[in-house]
């Protein structure tokens, strides 16, 4: 019996052990490299490695040194092996990180991306330093439908969204990786609008979606006009009405500023636990509650 | 053979399409292309709903391949190769006035520099040229047919002693012969130089079936065109090796996946293949030995990247041509998922040489040299040789020029200074010197060679073949390329040790956190030639 990726099922109950940075830790059999380290208590950093979608470990900012491998190792999708001596602090691994942030920031926009800040510091990225001329993905935002838009100046291409559209949660095929290289982006066939592809408005890209290249129209509209407020923010779980499955909707809710203004719901999540969706909706969940609105 | 090929687009309209294999889609594509010369987006539409797969990602495999167009393109076409052994010998870049005519990477045809390839539906229009092989055949042992045989012939093939290692394996037994590769020590000779026989063996232990034998002619590393030799002009020999090897390894198929800029060769292992099997020495009873074996010729479609055996993989299985993560490793789950043996086109050759019923000759080495020699070709040494017989062999550098360096290895490979080439040519020796053997690419720079500009031609190089997947290769290239190009147009940001240094920080990262050898060694041959030759006028 082998998983997705090859590897061995893990045998239940069975454990292994390894050391993070020294320090002896034991994880569950089939547990990742990455498991191990969060065992530690060392934070790792990650960009393209999503709960809901199996790890492409393509960004790489997850590496970390084990010892007896020559290259480093992504530390998201390798399976913890009984003996491993992981290395999450070493020059090496300090510097890859370092320049996954530098060479990512400098030429994708991670202005809404979790952490891309906090992290800079702690590597000491400085993406200036390849100058006003470097090359980007800078490009026009997407806005081709009302239920969201599609900001690939913000992509940093972790392959979250084409998988949930495709063989891991969709099964609708609406979004690829077409060209290559650093020419590289998600499309649709020839690049036509998402009225005119095989989108069936999901939304299901969006909840994967690591640096918010895919965003709610809600949000992009607000967000626009200057009128986006997380402070006004709540949560509210509910089930969906719309029909009998029984899907967990998240709303999110935003206040009016004044009285007058009301409330409005500005994004629907699903919980990426819940064991009815996996995070995730169908159009009618995902976006009929904000269209009553509307 | 060619009839039970899958290929959509010929099916008659009006039958009903049962839901074909995805590795359908590559073949459907190649046939769309060479009948219009482009793709046009109802096609790729069509070629996608007829294979039941996403027109997305249709296109998105289409358009991971340099070889198809989008936009209307003729059907005849001349590729300019513009790569740096090329560009050393005067080739020019085609204006953008000039239809039908593309700038190319490598084409493997190095011994002609400047080389160009003309072709009309993917076929070739001009005559195979002559074999460039200057030692006469009493020197070789792996190339003893090239140029002797008629590569058309299965009988002048026997005459020459084709088949014999075929029979020689029959006799012996299938665990016979995988000891016989396991005790000649031979390791592969794609670049990796692993010892062949562990990978025999545990194909042959592995417990999925089907297995598969893959033949790797995908041949790309710029100034390597041995493996084009043995295709075009010892055909059969391909095809034997490869049966040997299915044999050994318990695998009744074979896939042979050759670069598209390889027309030649594919039209000869197409016709090879198909005389094999009418004369029983593949199909359902190989040559009498009671086991199957048949062989699928793949053509790639301009990636330098599918010559990696996982890209190669995830390109047959009609997937965009990206490598995959290593483990599991190709003898447990590689093509289809399953256990497959692959091997370069050289390796294969060896195993013929191994399993030659009148003993083994001593083992050789291959190497495709270019560039400032007398004698550009492909040489056959015994092991060991060293890069300055090698050199003395193929003429030496023209009368009156001096020696420069030499890139050993291709653009993944790195450049030798003049006091290093007494280094002995294997894995062990090189690497002493901080060098490569890798595909036993030798390209010669005379004092005329411009080195900052060949250093620069490797840079657009990798930043055009990296396939996108991973961060640090998709835009390390893309930084080292952009350094570069200022340096070598004198307008470095900052001083020239900050661009040094920047290259060097995006070098270290390619190096440790990329996901294949492409980006792990799209800067070698930059760094040797910053260090070992001071292109910047920086050393340290
Ligand atoms: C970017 C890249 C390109 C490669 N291209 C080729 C190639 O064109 N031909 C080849 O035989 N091996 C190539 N390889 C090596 C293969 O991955 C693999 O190691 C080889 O086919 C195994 O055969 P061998 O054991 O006979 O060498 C390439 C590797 C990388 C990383
Ligand atoms: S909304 Fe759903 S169908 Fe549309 S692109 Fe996203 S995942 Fe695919
Ligand atoms: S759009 Fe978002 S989810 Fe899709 S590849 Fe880009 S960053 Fe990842
Ligand atoms: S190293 Fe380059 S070619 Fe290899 S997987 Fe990464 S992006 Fe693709
Ligand atoms: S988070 Fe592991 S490679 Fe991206």
Redesign the pocket.
């Known amino acids: 019996m082998t998983d997705g990726a090859g590897n061995p099922a893990p045998a239940p109950g069975a454990t292994v052990t390894v050391t993070v940075d020294g320090r002896t830790v034991e994880v569950p059999d089939g547990a990742t490299v990455l498991d191990a380290c969060t065992a530690a208590g060392v934070d790792t950093p990650t960009l393209c490695f999503g709960d809901t979608i199996t790890a492409r470990n393509v960004c790489r900012i997850c590496v970390v040194d084990v010892a007896g491998s020559r290259a480093l190792v992504p530390s998201c999708s390798r399976r913890a092996e009984p003996g491993m001596e992981i290395g999450t602090d070493t020059p090496r691994v300090r510097h890859a990180r370092r320049m996954v942030l530098e060479l990512l920031a400098s030429s994708v926009d991670l202005s809404l991306t979790d952490h891309v800040e906090e992290w800079s510091i702690r590597y000491g990225a400085d993406p200036d330093r390849f100058g006003p001329d470097a090359a980007t993905v800078a490009q026009p935002v997407k806005v081709d439908n009302d239920c969201f838009v599609r900001d690939y100046s913000r992509c940093i291409l972790c392959y979250q969204c084409t998988d949930a559209c495709g063989e891991q949660w969709q099964h609708t095929f609406a979004i690829a990786i077409a060209g290559r290289g650093f020419g590289a982006t998600v499309s649709t066939e020839h690049d036509v609008t998402l009225p005119d592809s095989a989108c069936v408005y999901c939304g299901n890209c969006i909840e994967v979606c690591p640096t918010d290249a895919l965003m709610f129209r809600t949000e992009f509209d607000l967000r626009t006009m200057g009128a986006w407020a997380p402070e006004r923010q709540t949560r509210t779980d509910t089930i969906c009405a719309f029909c009998g499955v029984g899907c967990t909707l998240t709303l999110h809710v935003q206040r009016g500023a004044t009285d007058d203004e009301g409330d409005r719901i500005v994004k629907v999540t699903s919980p990426h636990g819940s064991s009815v969706t996996g995070g995730n909706l169908c159009i009618k969940g995902r976006f009929g509650a904000g269209h009553v609105h509307s | 053979m060619s009839d039970v090929r899958p290929t959509l687009v010929g099916v008659p309209v009006g039958l009903p399409v049962t839901r074909p294999r995805r590795d359908a889609l590559l073949p459907a594509l190649h046939e769309a292309h060479d009948a219009a010369g482009w793709l046009a987006p109802e096609v790729l539409d069509a070629i996608a709903d007829r294979l039941g797969l996403g027109r997305a990602e249709v296109f998105g495999v289409a358009s991971s391949y340099a070889s198809f167009a989008f936009t209307p393109r003729s059907r005849r076409l001349r590729r300019v190769c513009t790569d740096v052994m090329c560009t050393a010998a005067g080739a020019v870049p085609p204006g953008a006035d000039e239809p039908g005519v593309v700038a190319s990477p490598c084409l493997g045809r190095c011994e002609q520099a400047p080389a160009v390839l003309d072709t009309e539906g993917g076929r070739a229009v001009v005559p195979v040229a002559p074999a460039p092989v200057p030692q006469p055949v009493s020197a070789r042992t792996l190339l003893r047919r090239v140029g002797v045989v008629d590569p058309a012939s299965l009988d002048d093939y026997r005459a020459h002693g084709g088949c014999a290692a075929l029979a020689h394996a029959g006799r012996i037994g299938p665990a016979a012969v995988r000891a016989a590769i396991t005790a000649s020590g031979l ?8 010892p ?1 026989g562990r ?1 025999w063996e545990a194909v042959a232990a592995a417990s999925g079936a089907p297995k598969y034998v893959v033949a ?6 710029p100034g ?1 065109f041995k ?1 084009r030799v043995v295709l075009e002009h010892d055909p059969f020999a391909v095809v034997e090796a490869m049966t040997v090897a299915g044999y050994a390894v318990g695998a009744e198929v074979g896939y042979l996946y050759v ?1 598209d800029e390889y027309p030649e060769a594919i039209a000869r292992l197409e016709h090879a293949i198909a005389a094999a099997e009418t004369a029983g020495l593949l199909g359902p009873d190989v040559a009498g030995l009671g086991v199957a074996f048949r062989i699928e010729v793949r053509r790639g479609a301009g990636a ?2 599918c ?6 993989f995830a390109s047959i299985e009609g997937f965009r041509g990206e ?1 995959r993560t290593k483990p599991p490793y190709p003898v447990d789950a590689g093509l289809f998922g399953r256990p497959t043996l ?7 050759a060896n195993v013929l040489r191994i399993l030659d019923p009148d003993g083994a000759a001593p083992e050789t080495k291959l190497f495709s040299v270019s560039g400032a020699v007398d004698r550009p070709g492909c040489y056959e040494v015994p092991m060991g040789t060293t890069l300055a017989a090698l050199l003395d062999l193929a003429g030496g550098v023209p009368v009156g020029r001096r020696l420069q360096a030499v890139l050993l290895g291709g653009a ?1 490979g790195t450049f030798v200074p003049p006091g290093e080439i007494d280094v002995p040519l294997t894995v062990e020796a090189t690497r002493a010197i901080g060098a490569t053997v890798g ?1 036993g690419a030798v390209f010669v720079c005379d004092d005329t060679t411009d080195l900052a500009a060949a250093v620069l031609g490797i840079a657009t190089f990798f930043r055009e073949e990296s396939c996108g997947q991973c961060v640090p290769c998709r835009v390390g290239t893309v930084r080292q390329e952009e350094a570069l190009h200022r340096l070598v147009h004198g307008r470095p940001l900052g001083s020239v040790a900050e661009e040094v240094q920047r290259l060097r920080d995006v070098g270290a990262a390619m190096r440790d956190a990329s996901i ?3 980006g ?2 799209a800067w070698n041959a930059v760094e040797g030639a910053i260090d070992r030759f001071g292109v910047f006028g920086e050393r340290s």
């Open positions: 390791t592969g000779r794609g670049g990796a130089a692993f062949a990978k790797n002619a995908d041949e790309s590393e390597t493996d670069r330098y990247v010559g990696e055996e996982t890209a190669l490598p692959v091997h370069n086109v050289e390796t294969l993944a595909s294949c050898g492409l792990q060694f």
